[in-house]
């Protein structure tokens, strides 16, 4: 059995007796998140050679560049007996999401219980989705006769589920495949003086490829793939993210086998370096590669690449600032968003601002979440103060798109106005579901009355700290996600939530405190 990279997230594994799985398949020529993510490097001419042979599709999350509709209603064309196959998330938002987007699939439509087997492409599969119901989202493992892959995709799972994974399958993990570039909005579209920015950048990048190195140290895999971004940005607009410096926040796949060759040489030599349509093989080590071979030309002559693959695709690059929506349309949405979820607004507990960009002006209104309305105009105090182009803006009030991949986008700013790091907002924009703010706060709460089980002890300043494990916004594990400084404080390296040591309060976020013992 093989397992083949097609680029991105995209992983096919089988053979072509037993029947083959592909999982996250995006390979639309057409730009993602508002036009403004292509796959890096190119891999739309293999789509059609990625599915042969493919009877089952596996779908991690409903980001577009593991969800794709139109790829997917292509590969039902061919082959009407196509199986479609998700995790069972904590609520239901993702399975109707695609019930609504590709309802030509929803008889196709399979859900699995967390670490429930299934016949899978000659072998067994099971997902393992985040816990959280705040973060939809999912890893898959497949063991084949010969083979074993954890396919991490964009998941961040806890320590807990990481071991439960290593206990179940041993020391028989032949593939690792997880992200090393967390391609967001933070820290590139936030309002910041150079060097803050740069700050941030480097932080960011330096706390990414450390969690990296936890999964792998924890889950021990015989080879690793370092894949799922990051995207290129064609459009003109956006050409400055296309940062090939040591700095940028989307590391590429030579980037993070650079920096592991230079801090972690027992970890890079068990790395591949490969590109879309090659098979994960020894033939592919990284401690084999030759940087001066012509097929590496897209990393090592990364800018030339992506020039030239502009050019390819300048029929699709046409993205417009566009008209304002109605205003009064655009009042209601916003009004929406207030009253959307009663627990999210008490954990907001402030109010945000956005501005709407059009081509012919713009429109600002004010989201108050305490006093739970929206109005027009922006008020005095802020929490953060959010500028997005209007055509976008008009897509997401009409749906199925979200806040969430306008975030992506890389197409509007986030001005912090306040010290506080407010993360329930993003969720709610995220799903705009108020089921899921519900099940989340549950979770959350259900997380702050188990913390008298699991506490564990900080030295900090020649003091010792007796604290809970878990985070108390997502329950990572802050033994071993979590940064002690010498001002007293832990930060879980997860979200960035930062708790004083003597009295458990969150520093930078409404509604969390860790429980601290004497």
């Given at each position: 059995m093989t397992t083949?990279?097609?680029?991105?997230?995209?992983?096919?594994?089988?053979?072509?007796?037993?029947?083959?799985?592909?999982?996250?398949?995006?390979?639309?020529?057409?730009?993602?998140?508002?036009?403004?993510?292509?796959?890096f490097p190119e891999n739309a001419p293999l789509e059609e050679s990625a599915f042969a042979g493919v009877t089952d599709v596996l779908i991690s999350h409903n980001h577009q560049d593991h969800y794709d509709p139109p790829v997917l209603r292509r590969a039902l064309a061919r082959n009407p007996d196509l199986r479609l196959h998700i995790a069972r998330f904590p609520t239901p938002w993702f399975r109707?999401?695609?019930?609504?987007?590709?309802?030509?699939?929803?008889?196709?439509?399979?859900?699995?219980?967390?670490?429930?087997?299934?016949?899978?492409?000659?072998?067994?599969?099971?997902?393992?989705?985040?816990?959280?119901?705040?973060q939809i989202d999912s890893a898959i493992v497949w063991t084949g006769t010969d083979q074993v892959v954890v396919n991490m995709n964009d998941a961040r799972l806890?320590?807990?589920?990481?071991?439960?994974?290593?206990?179940?399958?041993?020391?028989?993990?032949?593939?690792?495949?997880?992200?090393?570039?967390?391609?967001?909005?933070?820290?590139v579209n936030y309002v910041y003086d150079e060097a803050a920015m740069v700050a941030a950048k480097r932080e960011k990048r330096r706390l990414k490829f450390e969690a990296c190195e936890r999964v792998i140290d924890l889950l021990r895999p015989r080879r690793i793939l370092f894949f799922a971004g990051p995207p290129v940005f064609l459009d003109p607009a956006l050409e400055s993210f296309n940062d090939v410096s040591g700095d940028s926040v989307f590391p590429d796949q030579l980037d993070t086998l650079r920096h592991y060759d230079e801090v972690r040489p027992d970890l890079a030599e068990r790395c591949y370096c490969v590109l879309p349509g090659e098979t994960l093989d020894d033939t592919r080590l990284w401690r084999?590669?030759?940087?001066?071979?012509?097929?590496?030309?897209?990393?090592?002559?990364?800018?030339?690449?992506?020039?030239?693959?502009?050019e390819r695709r300048r029929d699709v690059l046409d993205f417009a600032l566009g008209p304002l929506p109605d205003r009064a349309r655009l009042l209601g949405h916003f009004q929406r968003l207030a009253t959307l979820s009663p627990e999210a607004a008490g954990k907001i507990g402030g109010a945000l601002g956005?501005?709407?960009?059009?081509?012919?002006?713009?429109?600002?209104?004010?989201?108050?979440?305490?006093?739970?309305?929206?109005?027009?105009?922006?008020?005095?105090?802020?929490?953060?103060?959010?500028?997005a182009p209007a055509s976008a803006?008009?897509?997401?009030?009409?749906?199925?798109?979200?806040?969430?991949?306008?975030?992506?986008?890389?197409?509007?700013?986030?001005?912090?106005?306040?010290?506080?790091?407010?993360?329930?907002?993003?969720?709610?924009?995220?799903?705009?579901?108020?089921?899921?703010?519900?099940?989340?706060?549950?979770?959350?709460?259900?997380?702050?009355?188990?913390?008298?089980?699991?506490m564990f002890e900080v030295a900090c300043q020649g003091r010792c700290h007796r604290i809970q494990k878990l985070c108390p916004h997502a329950g990572v594990d802050l033994s071993r996600h979590g940064r002690v400084d010498d001002d007293g404080t832990i930060t879980c390296m997860a979200h960035r939530f930062r708790f004083d040591l003597e009295t458990g309060a969150c520093l930078n976020a409404e509604g969390f405190r860790l429980r601290v013992e004497e």
């Open positions: 083949d990279f097609f680029g991105h997230a995209v992983l096919r594994f089988g053979t072509a007796t037993t029947g083959r799985a592909i999982c996250d398949p995006w390979f639309s020529r057409r730009g993602i998140f508002f036009d403004s993510w292509f796959q109707r999401l695609i019930e609504r987007v590709t309802p030509e699939l929803a008889t196709q439509l399979i859900e699995h219980e967390a670490y429930v087997d299934f016949e899978l492409a000659g072998g067994r599969a099971f997902f393992v989705p985040e816990e959280s119901p705040g806890n320590t807990g589920q990481l071991e439960r994974i290593a206990a179940r399958i041993g020391d028989r993990i032949d593939i690792l495949a997880l992200q090393a570039s967390g391609a967001s909005e933070y820290p084999d590669t030759d940087l001066a071979d012509d097929r590496l030309r897209p990393f090592t002559r990364k800018l030339d690449y992506v020039a030239a693959y502009r956005f501005v709407v960009e059009g081509e012919d002006g713009e429109a600002a209104f004010t989201v108050d979440f305490r006093r739970g309305e929206a109005r027009a105009g922006l008020a005095d105090e802020l929490l953060y103060l959010l500028r803006v008009a897509r997401v009030m009409e749906g199925p798109e979200t806040w969430d991949d306008l975030f992506l986008s890389i197409r509007m700013t986030f001005d912090e106005r306040s010290p506080r790091f407010v993360a329930h907002f993003k969720t709610l924009l995220k799903y705009l579901d108020g089921e899921i703010m519900t099940a989340l706060d549950r979770y959350e709460t259900g997380l702050a009355a188990s913390a008298a089980a699991d």
